[in-house]
């Protein structure tokens, strides 16, 4: 490394409590090292001191850390910026609690005292452990008369010593393994942090994080979920993690990691490799980590890779191993541990999934509301009956309403001061929430060394709870100064509190704190898809294994020590633990869960299963072929995870709507308090009361605190996000995954054109057959020229996945003699070219694939050969031939032709003729030749102009683009279509990806899989239907959700603002909207779009998707 190079150091802390802490640490760094020191950015939250600096200077790594200790801070782990081996598990391996454990801090005044009530963990059990432990170890024994040991339990510091001697221990995590000091810097390309966040109440505050993220150059990508609570960030720095979690933090939210990985390591990683963590209880010395690292590298050093070591204040081991079943696997592991000291326990250590995480911000949230629910509904209580019962029900005449009325000093009520004394707890302890966030925001925006231009600041600020702050403190305040107002004169008071909004506090608060809770458990309900699916799966297997006497045994293990090879009994009724090939028996299987198709699929031996699926007949045996992590189920999971965080284009409108929303609002309340009180003071409303009522500036003001409080940008942020989550969860029960996300549904709801690939998609094919053959046509050959002729042919036709290869590969047969091919070439859309030794050792060349192919050789085909090869065209079959010639010469002599029969799928034409019914344009893409492809089309109903045939896999994509450019939209003539591509193999990426939906069928190749916004689970060509059907109702939800939140503010701030003031009723009262039932109105607004979107589900009809099932012709 060179000498100037520069590095970024972490430094945890035990003992970094306040911001005199971070203050004194910059200086002290600053002033010890000067320039050899960039920068330095103390984290309170975390603990965590980074510091950028010059390596191999004054200000190393050590140096600093030694400097630090001199001042009395404890240095709990140390880590230096390096990709190639950054820790980048350190906030995954600590359970939920720790993890989140920078959700937990208060909010409130509410939050520190129930913090009070909550148990404290006990350390008897961590102490008994350890004197067990003592018993054991004799080095531990020594050393415990001469100085204590400080140990971790569950996250939790038990301090009885001071520091030990062993570096190994010293640099461990406090919760974060920080143990590593690496100071080789070459980031990586890509990296991606998934983070829980928490504090997310609307739109404006995705907008905030969005937009501060957004403004680092090394930012790729950025999406932020309110629903989920979470974000994704694409960066090209994996130095810069932490920098991110501070910037989110610095905005006045929590962040927490979820994953951070290295998108290309993640790719180069084998299919066979499995990384685990492990936690190892246990631990209560430095000697404990040593015998259990020894242990495992001297069980199987070439299989297993230890990429982090246990320690006494984190006993987590993460490594990477292949398995080789039954000899060696993850329970050998565990095993292996436990066997190095009785004291140790091991077990696989799970970190919380983000849907976890999630739910932990949401019940945590959804607590700190309930208890100032419960808090205002105790202080409403009274509240009701002093202000509306007594003051609006009761006579004058009534004793009790005589005392309230009676001024207790001057033109003060004994009224007032009660309403005073109701609402103040309720203001400060209950609606204190919205304040703080409030507070937060504003302090954000004006920090020093934010990014936000100043002009900016005036008018692009705030969110709903800025909102609500400041309609609940005007009411509150303004009282206040009445009731002061009220307490130094000496007018005569009927003590009636009209003039004053302390009750309206009190409710307000109730109704806002309310809405607030059913809305969060509605959002909750809209993203459950995940949780549900990953329920599927079950905890248990019963593993199959013989003992030393060879006697086959069946024991219950837990799921996550299953490994590939492993064997597992699946009994009647149960679900797969992993997905695996089944080894005996033969059974039925309902996979409706992954497919959608209610139908049961006969499995016999040979036959894949799934996880997640049901045996609903006899018991089988399977061998485990994918793992916790890597089955289907979790290929699903994650496909719908990925797809809940992508954005619809008509988010976009939203964002614009909420950036603008806080400061219109503003304007438009102080605008209204403003009209009123001139329209007051000038006399234009000639019959009202206000002077018996605290005049018209204090009635002006019930107006701008409605406006305040009814308007409700929840409701546009919400549109989108949870049409789109329902949608999402509606798709996977049909065995649709929507990894395009609301874009994806966005498109998809709007096609005019669907395109089908042939072989594969409309066809079957799994297994074409080879039906006609006509070797050595045009001549005779003996049967060993026949022999080496199939030999090669077998040769070449192995190395290609193509369904026909496959085809061939099983006409050649079993019993043909293995032949030596060299040169081997694949020729894309065309076939194969090789070299192979013929009779009499002559070397051969040899080419196999379509008509193409032998125009391009200039291969002779006869009269005879051409009317057999037109026969098969017509019926609906696909052509291969096969030349040879000697590498000597240069002419090519046609040895065989093949016809194969790929079946049509039997729902292909109602598929078509549904599409067709729907207005839908279809059309069929194929590499075959024209007269084959026509013969299909005809047989499903697609008319012969619509087939593009002959075509290569690098041209698919101008196929699909020169539609684009030809057709246009239904009922336009501008418009351009939107095409959807529907394909399955490695040629159809290209067109899938060029599409403006790509549609993958599931039983695909992983190429065309990664390249498509659906991925079809099932292969059945009915999902295309609903896909499309599915879409169209989404998106027209998100639409009905856009349009009740643009006009519910645009009817309920007019009205709020006094605009139906001048109407009056029977009664003679005039129409205006009550700060209190604003409330009521803006809560409702934001749940109605929540339910909006969860009636789809209902299945009712004009309400809810109505699945329409296609109908096949028997």
Same mark, same amino acid.
């Given at each position: ?538 905890? =248990? ?7 030393? &006497?060879?006697?086959? #045994? !069946?024991?219950? *293990? @837990? /799921?996550?020590? +299953? ?81 809940? =965080? ?7 409108? &939203?964002?614009?709507? #909420? !950036?603008?929303? *806080? @400061? /219109?609002?503003? +304007? ?72 395009g996300g609301g874009e994806a549904f966005e498109k998809a709801s709007k096609i005019d054109c669907v395109v089908f690939d042939k072989t594969g998609t409309l066809t079957e094919g799994g297994e074409p057959q080879i039906t006609d053959a006509a070797v050595f046509p045009d001549g005779s050959a003996d049967e060993t020229e026949r022999g080496f002729l199939m030999s090669a042919l077998k040769a070449v036709e192995e190395s290609s996945s193509h369904p026909i290869a496959k085809a061939i590969v099983s006409f050649c047969g079993t019993d043909t003699q293995a032949a030596n091919v060299e040169d081997l070439e694949e020729l894309p859309g065309r076939g194969m070219k090789a070299s192979y030794k013929g009779t009499d050792d002559q070397q051969c060349d040899i080419i196999v694939g379509n008509e193409l192919l032998m125009q391009d050789f200039s291969v002779v085909i006869s009269g005879r050969v051409s009317a057999l090869l037109q026969t098969w065209k017509t019926e609906a079959k696909s052509v291969a031939l096969v030349a040879t010639k000697p590498s000597t010469s240069n002419t090519w002599t046609l040895v065989a032709a093949l016809s194969i029969s790929d ?212």
């Amino acid at each position: 490394m060179a000498p100037t190079d520069v590095v970024t150091t972490s430094y945890l802390l035990g003992n970094l409590h306040c911001p005199s802490c971070v203050t004194l640490i910059r200086s002290l760094l600053h002033e010890t090292y000067g320039d050899n020191v960039l920068w330095v950015s103390p984290n309170l939250v975390t603990s965590v001191v980074t510091v950028e600096h010059k390596d191999n200077t004054p200000a190393s790594v050590r140096n600093m850390e030694k400097t630090l200790e001199d001042v009395g801070f404890e240095v709990c782990g140390v880590n230096t910026t390096a990709s190639s081996s950054i820790d980048l598990y350190r906030t995954s391996q600590v359970d939920l609690g720790e993890s989140s454990r920078a959700m937990e801090h208060p909010n409130g005044f509410i939050d520190s005292f129930f913090q009070l009530w909550r148990p404290k963990p006990s350390p008897s059990a961590a102490e008994a452990a350890r004197a067990a432990h003592l018993e054991n170890c004799e080095a531990c024994r020594s050393e415990a008369t001469s100085q204590d040991v400080k140990h971790y339990e569950d996250g939790k510091l038990v301090r009885t010593s001071s520091k030990t001697s062993d570096t190994s221990t010293k640099h461990s995590s406090l919760p974060y393994p920080l143990q590593k000091v690496v100071t080789d810097t070459a980031p990586s390309s890509l990296w991606r942090v998934t983070l829980s966040v928490g504090g997310m109440t609307c739109a404006v505050c995705v907008n905030t994080i969005t937009e501060e993220i957004q403004k680092y150059p090394w930012i790729s990508k950025v999406v932020v979920n309110l629903v989920s609570n979470s974000a994704t960030i694409d960066y090209t720095d994996g130095d810069r993690t932490q920098d991110i979690i501070d910037a989110i933090e610095d905005l006045g939210y929590d962040a927490a990691i979820d994953q951070v990985v290295n998108l290309e390591e993640e790719q180069k990683q084998s299919a066979d490799e499995r990384e685990v963590e492990i936690r190892v209880n246990g631990i209560f010395c430095s000697r404990c980590p040593d015998r259990i690292i020894t242990t495992l590298k001297s069980l199987a050093p070439d299989r297993l890779q230890i990429f982090q070591e246990p320690n006494v204040k984190n006993p987590i081991v993460r490594l990477r191993y292949t398995p080789k079943a039954p000899e060696f696997t993850v329970r050998h592991i565990l095993q292996a541990i436990e066997a190095a000291d009785e004291a140790l326990k091991a077990s696989i250590y799970h970190p919380p999934t983000l849907e976890e995480r999630s739910r932990a911000i949401r019940a945590k949230h959804q607590r700190t509301l309930l208890y100032r629910e419960i808090l205002t509904i105790i202080f409403a209580i009274p509240t009701f009956v002093l202000g509306i019962v007594y003051m609006s029900l009761l006579p004058n005449s009534n004793h009790g309403k005589m005392y309230l009325m009676k001024p207790w000093t001057s033109g003060l009520s004994r009224l007032d001061i009660a309403l005073f004394i109701l609402a103040t707890p309720v203001y400060f302890f209950a609606a204190d929430v919205f304040h703080v966030r409030a507070i937060k925001e504003v302090r954000t925006m004006w920090r020093s060394g934010s990014r936000m231009p100043v002009i900016q600041r005036f008018y692009r600020f705030g969110s709903m709870n800025m909102l609500v702050s400041l309609g609940t403190s005007i009411a509150y305040f303004s009282s206040v100064a009445q009731m002061i107002a009220a307490a130094t004169t000496s007018r005569h008071h009927q003590g009636s509190g009209a003039e004053m909004y302390f009750d309206s506090v009190v409710f307000l608060t109730m109704f806002l704190l309310a809405g607030r809770l059913i809305e969060g458990y509605s959002k909750s309900k809209t993203g459950d898809a995940v949780e549900m699916l990953g329920k599927l799966r079950p905890t =248990t297997a019963l593993l199959v294994e013989k003992d030393k &006497a060879g006697v086959q #045994t !069946t024991t219950t *293990v @837990p /799921v996550d020590q +299953l490994d590939t090879g492993d064997v597992i009994r699946i009994p009647h009724g149960a679900s797969p633990a992993a997905d695996g090939v089944i080894v005996t028996g033969e059974t039925n299987f309902d996979e409706s869960s992954l497919t959608g198709e209610s139908r049961l699929i006969k499995k016999a031996e040979g036959d894949q299963v799934f996880a997640g699926t049901i045996n609903k007949s006899s018991a089988v045996t399977v061998r485990v072929t994918g793992t916790s992590g890597k089955s289907m189920l979790d290929q699903i999971v994650q496909v719908v995870r990925e797809g809940q =965080t992508k954005r619809a284009p008509i988010e976009q409108i &939203a964002d614009l709507l #909420t !950036t603008y929303f *806080v @400061p /219109v609002i503003t +304007l438009v309340a102080i605008l209204t308090w403003v009209v009123w009180m001139v329209v007051g003071f000038s006399n234009a409303v000639p019959d009202h009361k206000a002077e018996s009522s605290g005049g018209w500036v204090v009635f002006a003001l019930q107006f701008a605190i409605a406006v305040f409080v009814v308007a409700c940008p929840c409701g546009l942020a919400l549109a989108a996000p949870t049409a789109i989550f329902v949608g999402g969860g509606i798709a996977a029960k049909h065995g649709i995954l929507a990894k395009g996300g609301g874009e994806a549904f966005e498109k998809a709801s709007k096609i005019d054109c669907v395109v089908f690939d042939k072989t594969g998609t409309l066809t079957e094919g799994g297994e074409p057959q080879i039906t006609d053959a006509a070797v050595f046509p045009d001549g005779s050959a003996d049967e060993t020229e026949r022999g080496f002729l199939m030999s090669a042919l077998k040769a070449v036709e192995e190395s290609s996945s193509h369904p026909i290869a496959k085809a061939i590969v099983s006409f050649c047969g079993t019993d043909t003699q293995a032949a030596n091919v060299e040169d081997l070439e694949e020729l894309p859309g065309r076939g194969m070219k090789a070299s192979y030794k013929g009779t009499d050792d002559q070397q051969c060349d040899i080419i196999v694939g379509n008509e193409l192919l032998m125009q391009d050789f200039s291969v002779v085909i006869s009269g005879r050969v051409s009317a057999l090869l037109q026969t098969w065209k017509t019926e609906a079959k696909s052509v291969a031939l096969v030349a040879t010639k000697p590498s000597t010469s240069n002419t090519w002599t046609l040895v065989a032709a093949l016809s194969i029969s790929d079946p049509i799928r039997r729902e292909a034409v109602a598929v078509i003729r549904a599409l067709t019914a729907r207005g839908t344009q279809v059309w069929m893409l194929s590499g075959d030749n024209a007269t084959t492809a026509r013969a299909v089309a005809q047989r499903v109903g697609i008319p012969a102009s619509n087939v593009f045939a002959e075509v290569l896999p690098s041209d698919k994509a101008a196929k699909i683009a020169s539609l684009q450019a030809s057709l246009h939209a239904r009922g336009s003539t501008t418009r351009r279509a939107m095409i959807a591509m529907v394909g399955d193999g490695i040629n159809d990426s290209p067109a899938l990806t060029t599409a403006d939906v790509g549609i993958a069928i599931g039983s695909g190749s992983d190429v065309a899989i990664s390249s498509a916004a659906f991925v079809l689970a099932t292969s059945h060509l009915a999902a295309v239907v609903t896909l499309l059907d599915l879409s169209r109702a989404v998106f027209r939800r998100i639409r009905v959700n856009f349009a009740w939140a643009v006009v519910y503010n645009m009817i309920a701030v007019p009205v709020a603002a006094g605009c139906l003031y001048p109407i009056t009723t029977g009664d003679g009262s005039h129409v205006k909207l009550d700060p209190v039932w604003a409330a009521l109105a803006m809560a409702l607004s934001s749940i109605s779009v929540v339910l909006s979107s969860l009636s789809l589900r209902t299945g009712m009809p004009g309400v809810g998707f109505r699945h329409r099932e296609v109908e096949v012709d028997e």
